[in-house]
């Protein structure tokens, strides 16, 4: 007798393969956030052409607003994703850190007067010597964790209370104010270009770390220390060194991110910039499918993940929702999500597949 042979139904193997790459969960929560949208208010994708004060062209609209505010929390999320793959916590003080290194910057520019009529110093010199500060604060961090063995959460908590009366001390607890128009362009549009400038920047930063994690091995050396810690020491790596510079580079991330902010307003207000950015980058990490407990990442994940935060956020203030209470439904969303995405999640998904297929081929 001849035996049957048993075909596979392709389209439920790629529905399976597509269902456990890590990017579906971000794309997907992203496709119900616009459905939902669409349907509720189509008028929540409309972008109209207008001109600012100065006469230059700008897009508006809440698609716009996504593509700028969710830039900053895409910058934080590169580095947040490398600290959690590298070691298994998160950095609870970018929010506190991006008010460190804005005040720096001003303090830079401003010089001893508060209000000066013209910059003390190129923007580029302000910005570099922002970096260092916040790459500093980055490397205490990474110390703390690397070298004392603190959790993350933990070690980060003292900047996490301590960084804005640090940022108000650094301008005397005055708010400086620059009257350079083109300071404005970094948190705002550039002359002539209608699209925020700020997804630009983010834009330029993902094109770095990927050309970093492609050409280098930074990708590897994370990962392994966020497995194994002791099994990447034996195999040579500097476990400790690692660390701390996923830290120093979430640093660099701050500074970027605290260069937006207060070119927004060209000003500073040490309380209120930044407060709460942590969560979401720390939520984009999540909802990018990438274990909060380290190892394995995928940074396009977090970076969409990222955009479906702001996008939810955008969402919920168009809906009304009161500010005290959106930190509320914002976690229950994402609760749903980080779920959804879970290993074991996928796993029983999976298995379910594999039990359906089977009983349609017999």
Known sequence: MGTKELKKPVGG???TKIFKNQIFIPLAALLLLALFNLIADPEFFKITL?????????LSGY???????GSEVAILAIGMTLVTAASGGQDISVGAAVAIAGSVLLRVLC????RPETLQAPIIVAFLVSCIVAMLFGAFNGVLVAYFRIQPMVATLILYTAGRSIAAWI?????????DASFGYFGG???GIPIPTPFFIALACMIIIGLVLKFTNLRLYTQAVGINESSSKLNGLNPQLIKVISFVILGLCVAVVGLIKVSRVSSINYSVIAKDIEMDAILAVALGGNALGGGKFNMTASVIGAYVIQFLTTTLFKFNVQSNALPAYKAVVVIILVVISAPVVRERFSSAMKKLKT???V
């Open 63 to 69: 698609l716009m607003t996504i593509l700028d505010s």
């Open 359 to 361: 009983k349609e081929a």
């Open 171 to 179: 301008n005397n607890n005055e708010l400086p104010i620059v009257s």
């Open 111 to 114: 010089g001893q007067d508060t």
């Open 13 to 15: 193997n790629n529905f």
């Open 189 to 191: 549009f550039i002359p």
């Open 50 to 58: 207008g001109y600012n004060s100065a006469g230059n062209p700008i």
